[in-house]
C-alpha cells in the first residue's frame, strides 16, 4: 500500500504552510508525518481519511489525523472555541457520537532537531494572522 504523500494530505486542508523534514528535504521513517495547515474555524476538524488500496481485494487504511496544542476543542460537534456544555451544534440526542474525543488530540512526540520545510508562504506570516484574532474575517482560520 501507498502512504499518503504531502501533497494528498494538503488536498484535505485549505492550505499545506510546513512539513517536517530531513536536512536534505527528505520525508522522516516514521509512523507519523508532521504538517503544518490553515484551517476553517467555522467547520469541525477533520478526523482523517481513507486511503484507497492499490488492489481491489485489498482494503483501505484509514489515515486519523492528531492535533497538538488544541484547546478548548468541544468533542460534540469538533468545532474549537467552546465545550460540550455550551455546543450549540451536535444534538442534544445522548446516542449521538461525533467521533471525537480526547484521541484526536496529539500525545507528546519528542521533537526532533531536524528542520521544517517551509511550504507556500512563510510560517510568520500565517501566525501573524492568527495572532490577530479580532473578529475580522481573519478570525475564521487557525493554523494547526
Not at 42 to 67: C, D, E, H, M, V
Not at 108 to 119: F, G, K
Request: net charge positive; aromatic share 10%.
Amino acid at each position: 500500500m501507498e502512504w499518503p504523500s504531502p501533497t494528498m494530505i494538503s488536498l484535505r486542508f485549505q492550505k499545506l504552510l510546513a512539513i517536517e523534514t530531513n536536512s536534505n528535504g527528505i520525508m522522516l521513517d516514521r509512523s507519523l508525518l508532521r504538517v503544518r495547515v490553515e484551517i476553517n474555524l467555522n467547520l469541525p476538524l477533520p478526523q482523517g481519511f481513507w486511503l484507497r488500496a492499490q488492489l481491489a481485494a485489498t482494503k483501505g487504511l484509514w489515515i486519523s489525523y492528531k492535533y497538538e496544542k488544541l484547546s478548548d476543542l468541544c468533542f460534540a460537534c469538533g468545532r474549537l472555541g467552546h465545550d460540550n456544555r455550551s455546543c450549540r451544534f451536535a444534538p442534544r440526542n445522548s446516542s449521538f457520537d461525533s467521533g471525537y474525543g480526547p484521541n484526536i488530540k496529539a500525545s507528546t512526540v519528542r521533537r526532533s532537531h531536524i528542520p521544517i520545510e517551509v511550504i507556500r508562504q512563510e510560517v510568520d506570516e500565517a501566525e501573524k494572522r492568527v495572532t490577530g484574532l479580532g473578529g475580522g474575517a481573519e478570525s475564521q482560520w487557525w493554523s494547526v
